[in-house]
């Protein structure tokens, strides 16, 4: 099971998860290698999201912020899902030989990403949310790429994006 974890962005801060069973800390490197690559960055909490989409995840997932080994180096990294001022992006943030690297895995540019409204299935509600989320790529999708594990960007209930860590550079990988 991968560990999902909150994370606030805030200057001495690296985790949370006071509305989810799992906290796991964002090591401070990791944390001053995402400050670094883009200050404004901030990561998607709980709040952003809806039900609906809280759904879709495990009580220890979270739908912004995932913990896993990506290159197949037996060490944690992490996927970071967010947005600064202008553009959204899911940021991998690899330890190479406790060495933090930040990956851009992808990027877009959404005006009111947050404000974005759907249908919850089981309810029938409307919903305010943000509509992306992330995970670890399970079943068929996993089988794709092994030893190593592919990132899953999705819209709500849209094919998803399938992203491979490869020398420090994200890699798309087709369906």
């Known amino acids: 099971m991968f560990k999902f974890i909150f994370i606030s962005l805030l200057i001495g801060s690296t985790s949370y998860g006071k509305n989810s069973p799992a906290t796991v800390t964002l090591p401070p490197e990791a944390h001053q290698t995402l400050t670094k690559w883009n200050s404004k960055f901030k990561a998607f909490n709980d709040k952003d999201y809806s039900q609906a989409i809280l759904d879709l995840f495990e009580k220890n997932e979270h739908p912004s912020i995932l913990s896993a080994d990506l290159n197949n180096d037996k060490i944690d990294d992490f996927v970071v899902l967010g947005q600064d001022n202008k553009k959204q992006f899911v940021i991998a943030l690899i330890n190479e030989k406790n060495k933090?690297?930040?990956?851009?895995?992808?990027?877009?540019?959404?005006?009111?990403?947050?404000?974005?409204?759907?249908?919850?299935?089981?309810?029938?509600?409307?919903?305010?949310?943000?509509?992306?989320?992330?995970?670890?790529?399970?079943?068929?999708?996993?089988?794709?790429?092994?030893?190593?594990?592919?990132?899953?960007?999705?819209?709500?209930?849209?094919?998803?994006?399938?992203?491979?860590?490869?020398?420090?550079?994200?890699?798309?990988?087709?369906?």
């Open 100 to 175: 933090w690297i930040a990956v851009e895995v992808t990027s877009w540019s959404e005006k009111k990403k947050k404000k974005t409204e759907i249908t919850n299935p089981t309810t029938n509600k409307k919903e305010i949310t943000v509509p992306i989320y992330i995970s670890i790529a399970k079943d068929g999708l996993a089988e794709k790429i092994k030893p190593n594990k592919a990132i899953q960007v999705e819209r709500y209930l849209a094919q998803p994006e399938l992203f491979e860590i490869k020398n420090n550079k994200a890699i798309e990988l087709t369906l």
